[in-house]
């Protein structure tokens, strides 16, 4: 297996999610984009929909975004996302 | 009680009062100066992130794009200066309008032409006392910042960075604020906000390997919803900073306030005991010689 992932989930005014993921998907504005380790190096917008990530334990989050940007270097995960109001009914 | 001493009571007495307060302000600003740093914390990897994103579009991508190349057909340069909305901060708002004045000093020794962009109320009244036009100003809230005043500042730059040479635009995007270093250390900075500076946090693209990065969908479309979103970023990490800095130069400066009032209270008891003390040296002298005067008849 490869190895791990280091993912950042940022929101504007704090850190959403942080530590080592196994796999990361997200809704990039081109159709939902998988992000295994040694990926090639990406930088690409997201458009609304929900993040997810797969810890190594092997358990999903998810982060509903709004919209935000993926950036992808050397096993590192970056996600800057402006969080949708989950809490707006 | 003598006319001397009466006065020294009554500024004794406003000198108490006056410390009251200055203590409590000291004791506001150390309480919101935590939930400020904490801020300050919490928005850091956000404009970092987005640095970071940012710098590597410009160095892995041969985009030219208009942001982040120099413009050669305008000379003027939007200088945003982040001041507080309130006083009793001591030199704060001094410090990063000086600042503000040095920079303009410069650029206009290049033969730039400085267009003013301001925030808190402190900064506005130094311009308008000086009839300096202001481009843009906004007040309130200076030690507690909200996101929607970083949106309305980075998109009236933004405005004017993209803005047409005739209807007013502009070539660069300078910033001065106070930097947080420490509680007892804030230093006023001027930074470049556009056309970007090689930050830090990327390393330069090596000759042997060149990363290739994929953009998706395309640099300059990367690059086109990022940059506003960044100008926002560091314009709001601007404010946060701001504001914990005025708040320790508040919370020093009352500090400071308080311990003088200390000292003129102290200074005011002793002139007003010698007052109190004289007075009845001099009455018991005048009943001496009065009595003396009374037996020697």
Request: charged letters at 25%; aromatic letters at 6%.
């Amino acid at each position: 297996m490869a190895g791990a992932l280091t993912v950042d989930i940022v929101g504007p005014d704090r850190i959403l999610w942080s530590g080592t993921a196994e796999r990361v998907i997200a809704p990039s504005v081109e159709g939902e984009i998988g992000l295994l380790a040694n990926h090639e190096p990406i930088l690409s917008l997201l458009r609304s929909g929900t993040v997810r990530v797969r810890g190594e334990s092997g358990d999903w989050s998810e982060f509903p975004i709004k919209s935000g940007f993926v950036s992808f270097d050397h096993n590192i995960v970056n996600i800057v996302a402006e969080p949708a109001d989950t809490h707006e009914d | 009680m003598g006319g001397q001493q009466r006065v020294y009571r009554q500024k004794i007495r406003s000198t108490q009062s006056l410390k009251k307060i200055f203590r409590a302000m000291e004791l506001i600003a150390a309480s919101r100066i935590g939930k400020a740093r904490a801020r300050v914390a919490a928005a850091t990897p956000y404009s970092q992130a987005i640095t970071r994103a940012i710098s590597a579009v410009s160095i892995h991508s041969d985009v030219d794009h208009p942001l982040t190349s120099k413009r050669t057909d305008t000379t003027k340069v939007a200088v945003l200066v982040v001041s507080a909305d309130r006083g009793m901060a001591g030199a704060y708002s001094a410090n990063a309008i000086r600042a503000a004045e040095r920079l303009r000093l410069n650029l206009e020794r290049d033969g730039k032409e400085v267009v003013q962009y301001v925030a808190g109320r402190r900064a506005v009244s130094y311009y308008s006392f000086r009839h300096r036009e202001l481009a843009g100003k906004w007040t309130g809230a200076s030690d507690s910042p909200v996101v929607e005043t970083a949106t309305e500042i980075a998109d009236a730059l933004y405005q004017a960075f993209t803005a047409a040479a005739e209807d007013g635009g502009v070539s660069e995007i300078q910033i001065v604020y106070t930097h947080f270093t420490s509680m007892v250390t804030q230093e006023p900075r001027v930074i470049r906000l556009l056309p970007l500076e090689i930050v830090e946090g990327v390393a330069e693209p090596g000759e042997d390997v060149e990363p290739l990065y994929e953009f998706e969908p395309s640099a300059e479309e990367v690059l086109d919803t990022l940059l506003p979103r960044y100008i926002q970023a560091r314009i709001y990490s601007c404010l946060l900073q701001s504001a914990a800095s005025e708040l320790a130069s508040r919370q020093r400066a009352m500090n400071t306030a308080v311990s003088n009032a200390e000292d003129i209270i102290r200074q005011y008891t002793r002139l007003a005991n010698t007052a109190r003390q004289s007075e009845i040296t001099q009455e018991i002298s005048e009943i001496v010689s009065g009595a003396d005067a009374l037996a020697a008849s």
